[in-house]
């Protein structure tokens, strides 16, 4: 069975910096790997996704992911964070042929001044 | 293209009572997922569904719950004499297809339980 794990509860940025939360997957096999964020109160939003191909995966919001598989890597990346960003992340995995999706924790996303 | 639709997006009930959350798909996606998110976790896989057929329910508890996806209309879950620890968010995903498809998903329900 597969797992994900994203190792950093809260992480706060000021804004303007740069920002990489981490995400770890589990999987025996080639992964789908997803990047959904969460505002408070909100449902979830898709930023990005890998199925093959390209490892760099371009998002929306000007995010961006890298697939590592000697790291069983998947991290987020934005050059610039906004206040806006200020979210929860939630990093999630799919096996091949998947139906349903495992996700981590998430990570709460704290942007400052 | 209205996203996927959820309602209530709030619902109280006390002990015992039962609980009907209703989810409806995206336009022309046929696959429907139900997760839970506990307070301070990520959300949980608990069935998924195609029209009139439940697919997958490893995830949802034996006694209690259940979800259904008629022909027509919404999906649903129901969660009978409702207890304190069914507090949650429960959302709903849909994809258009099954095997390895991007799920959306829908704003949620939160169900609180006094």
């Known amino acids: 069975a597969q797992s994900v794990t994203q190792p950093d509860i809260h992480i706060t940025v000021s804004e303007g910096a740069s920002l990489e939360l981490r995400c770890n997957y589990s999987?025996?096999?080639?992964?789908?790997l997803f990047w959904y964020v969460q505002s408070p109160g909100q449902g979830l939003q898709l930023l990005l996704k890998y199925f093959s191909g390209d490892t760099l995966v371009q998002g929306i919001k000007g995010f961006e992911a890298e697939f590592k598989r000697s790291q069983s890597s998947f991290n987020l990346r934005k050059p610039s964070v906004h206040w806006s960003d200020a979210a929860e992340y939630f990093c999630?995995?799919?096996?091949?042929?998947?139906?349903?999706?495992?996700f981590g924790k998430g990570t709460m996303l704290l942007v400052s001044p | 293209n209205a996203g996927v639709m959820q309602n209530p997006r709030h619902l109280v009930r006390r002990r015992g009572q039962e609980a009907r959350l209703r989810c409806s798909p995206m336009k022309g996606h046929s696959h429907v997922y139900w997760y839970r998110q506990l307070p301070e976790e990520g959300l949980k896989f608990m069935v998924y569904l195609q029209k009139e057929n439940i697919i997958d329910e490893s995830g949802m508890p034996k006694e209690r719950f259940s979800a259904e996806f008629p022909k027509e209309g919404p999906s649903i879950l129901r969660i009978q004499q409702v207890v304190r620890g069914d507090s949650a968010a429960y959302f709903c995903a849909s994809s258009p297809k099954a095997v390895g498809d991007t799920q959306y998903f829908g704003p949620g329900t939160r169900l609180t339980v006094l």
């Open positions: 999987y025996g096999a080639t992964p789908y």
């Open positions: 999630a995995v799919g096996a091949e042929g998947y139906s349903t999706l495992t």
